[in-house]
């Protein structure tokens, strides 16, 4: 065998190797946990609070990165404006105690609040919008119940 022809068979047996590795993998991490896209050096709480109280559609409040920004103003922390689960990451990541995950959901209560005054002004103002408005103030309800419930399950 010449120089050549041991490369190629260098080659064939990495391929095949990498090949039965990959296979391994996949049969071992069926759910993909094992991926790096699924690891998270975030606790599970933040995951749930973005699913469930960021998104408009299901908390009826739209938080803003300005919104972010100013919430952790209130608490003496600085972030720079980003994408917003980034924002919500570098907003949440110093939470480390109840009493912390407390003035959290004071601030998000405090907003979703305000937010809240906002539609029912609107709705007097404007009538027809009621229902529309109505809507959003039971989700945003709906939205600090949840809150406390994370605070509940994941603090006490």
């Known amino acids: 065998m010449d120089m050549k022809d041991l490369n190629e068979l260098r080659n064939e047996l990495r391929n095949e190797f990498e090949e039965m590795q990959k296979r391994a993998m996949e049969a071992a991490c069926v759910d993909d946990s094992c991926s790096d896209e699924s690891r998270e050096d975030y606790p599970d709480y933040l995951k749930a609070i973005y699913e469930e109280i960021l998104p408009p559609v299901k908390s009826g409040i739209y938080f803003s990165r300005w919104d972010l920004k100013g919430m952790a103003a209130e608490l003496d922390e600085s972030f720079a404006l980003d994408v917003r689960e980034r924002m919500f990451q570098k907003f949440m990541q110093w939470v480390a105690t109840p009493e912390d995950f407390q003035a959290v959901t004071e601030q998000f209560n405090r ?18 919008t009621k229902e529309i408005f109505d809507v959003k103030i039971e989700k945003a309800q ?14 006490t």
């Open 142 to 155: 709906k939205a600090k119940k949840y809150l406390q419930k994370v605070y509940v399950e994941f603090f």
């Open 111 to 128: 907003n979703i609040d305000s937010k809240c005054d906002m539609y029912r002004e609107y709705s007097e103002k404007y009538p027809a």
